[in-house]
């Protein structure tokens, strides 16, 4: 086994050992469910986001991957803020880890560098956002508030704007190498 080989290994373990609140908490205990999803959802993609545009701007090799993680980072950050005083109205703590799911394939993106970085980055934030509009389009919104509502919208149609550019990418760059 290689020493990169056992540095994934062993970054993949610590992240697995950090396993907290993953789900978003209603601190009063009557929130509507679709908003406590919601929150769940948007905070995991808004972190997600955060991290691997974190790693994008130091392992990518193209500077259209670099411009793309920067805005995909950039509205993570300003949904986060729309978000968060939303969600704290209505008693609802976001989640404070990343799903397990999601920290291996942060794990896994960290030892890569340049092209195979570029093509697996934009692989990956094209499978996050077909994930997130797969949940979201089978959950019950119903009795969401106007505020929870015009979130939603806002949030989906984000999501699918990006997911449409990322692929516009992949179709440039090609597909990711499937690993070794």
Known sequence: MNTM????????LLLL???????????SGDANPAEVRFTTNAYQIIEFDRQEGALAQTQAKSPAVKAIAQQLT???NDFATRLAPTAMAASITPPSVLRE???VRLGQMRVQQ???????????????????????????NEGASPQFATLMKQG????????????????EMGPARPPR
């Open 5 to 12: 080989s056992r540095l994934s290994i062993a970054a993949t």
């Open 17 to 27: 050992a950090a396993c907290q609140n993953q789900n978003a908490k209603s601190t």
């Open 74 to 76: 950039n509205q993570a």
């Open 101 to 103: 799911d999601l920290r």
């Open 114 to 140: 340049g092209l195979d970085f570029d093509r697996t980055y934009i692989a990956d934030q094209i499978a996050s956002h077909e994930e997130l509009l797969k949940m979201e389009g089978g959950m019950n």
């Open 156 to 171: 989906y149609g984000l999501v699918q704007e990006n997911l449409e550019k990322l692929r516009a990418l992949q179709r």
